[in-house]
């Protein structure tokens, strides 16, 4: 159903089942082929690519050349009928790739809201992004990855499949994520290695400073005490005073998936 408020220029091509909210924009050259809903005052630029179950809320900007809910990479995808589900308030700069997921996962790609994905970053399939994540020019999600809220990823870095990132962690430039990374923490190069915590970013957010001395005495306990992770836990648990902050941290070391970055 066309929008008569959408903006749509004579030259972009829309096929099949779409929903336009209020004030979308659509710029020349686009392709949009349903099923595909977009959200109210979305702005479309030129020479996009919008297809397949993809949802899209309102207020996101996508940006000229960019693919979004395009079939994935993965060899096993045989043309499942999959889906992308993008929140508000993000922004897709030049030549991002979204891709849907696929049967083998849960067949969904989410994005959450107020995302800005730079030029040339890539999301690919059965990805599920948090909310207020930053993602520089050419970093990449392999595929069923997890990232949590307030991440950002440094230009050219990269996670391996199934790899998670804990909410408010900085993955440095070019760096080479192989395994879970904590929340709140820094890691850097190839392969990716802890650093510190994010103290910066934390203030930036509104952490107390309470809280950021606990979480970095946590840190120490992880990473400097020579204790191995059930012993680290144990210890954190039982020395340090106990916060949400701290106890998502924890969660996190007991649910990795591949192990955490040492």
């Given at each position: 159903m066309l929008n008569p408020t959408a903006q749509i220029h004579p030259t972009a091509i829309i096929e099949g089942e779409v929903t336009l909210g209020d004030q979308v924009k659509i710029g020349a050259?686009?392709?949009?082929?349903?099923?595909?809903?977009?959200?109210?005052?979305?702005?479309?630029?030129?020479?996009?690519?919008?297809?397949?179950?993809?949802?899209?809320?309102?207020n996101n900007r996508i940006f000229q050349f960019a693919s979004i809910g395009e079939d994935c990479q993965d060899l096993k995808y045989a043309g499942e009928d999959t889906s992308l589900v993008i929140g508000d308030n993000n922004t897709f700069r030049e030549s991002v790739t979204v891709h849907r997921g696929t049967i083998q996962d849960n067949s969904i790609t989410r994005i959450g809201n107020n995302c800005l994905f730079m030029i040339n970053a890539h999301?690919?399939?059965?990805?599920?992004?948090?909310?207020?994540?930053?993602?520089?020019?050419?970093?990449?999600?392999?595929?069923?990855?997890?990232?949590?809220?307030?991440?950002?990823?440094?230009?050219?870095?990269?996670?391996?499949?199934?790899?998670?990132?804990?909410?408010?962690?900085?993955?440095?430039?070019?760096?080479?994520?192989?395994?879970?990374?904590?929340?709140?923490?820094?890691?850097?190069?190839?392969?990716?290695?802890?650093?510190?915590?994010?103290?910066?970013?934390?203030?930036?957010?509104?952490?107390?400073?309470?809280?950021?001395?606990?979480?970095?005495?946590?840190?120490?306990?992880?990473?400097?005490?020579?204790l191995g992770l059930e012993e680290a836990i144990t210890k954190i648990e039982s020395d340090l005073p106990q916060s949400e902050a701290l106890g998502q941290f924890v969660a996190f070391l007991r649910d990795n998936g591949r192990g955490i970055v040492r």
């Amino acid at each position: 159903m066309l929008n008569p408020t959408a903006q749509i220029h004579p030259t972009a091509i829309i096929e099949g089942e779409v929903t336009l909210g209020d004030q979308v924009k659509i710029g020349a050259y686009t392709l949009i082929q349903g099923p595909v809903t977009i959200g109210d005052n979305c702005e479309i630029s030129s020479h996009v690519v919008i297809r397949g179950r993809t949802t899209i809320g309102q207020n996101n900007r996508i940006f000229q050349f960019a693919s979004i809910g395009e079939d994935c990479q993965d060899l096993k995808y045989a043309g499942e009928d999959t889906s992308l589900v993008i929140g508000d308030n993000n922004t897709f700069r030049e030549s991002v790739t979204v891709h849907r997921g696929t049967i083998q996962d849960n067949s969904i790609t989410r994005i959450g809201n107020n995302c800005l994905f730079m030029i040339n970053a890539h999301v690919a399939h059965d990805c599920i992004v948090g909310n207020g994540c930053i993602f520089a020019n050419n970093a990449t999600l392999a595929g069923h990855v997890t990232i949590g809220d307030n991440v950002i990823f440094g230009g050219q870095a990269a996670i391996h499949q199934f790899g998670k990132v804990g909410s408010y962690a900085f993955i440095g430039g070019c760096a080479a994520v192989n395994k879970d990374v904590p929340p709140f923490v820094m890691v850097v190069g190839n392969y990716a290695r802890p650093v510190a915590v994010n103290t910066e970013g934390l203030l930036r957010r509104g952490f107390a400073k309470d809280t950021i001395r606990s979480l970095r005495s946590a840190y120490k306990t992880l990473y400097r005490s020579g204790l191995g992770l059930e012993e680290a836990i144990t210890k954190i648990e039982s020395d340090l005073p106990q916060s949400e902050a701290l106890g998502q941290f924890v969660a996190f070391l007991r649910d990795n998936g591949r192990g955490i970055v040492r």
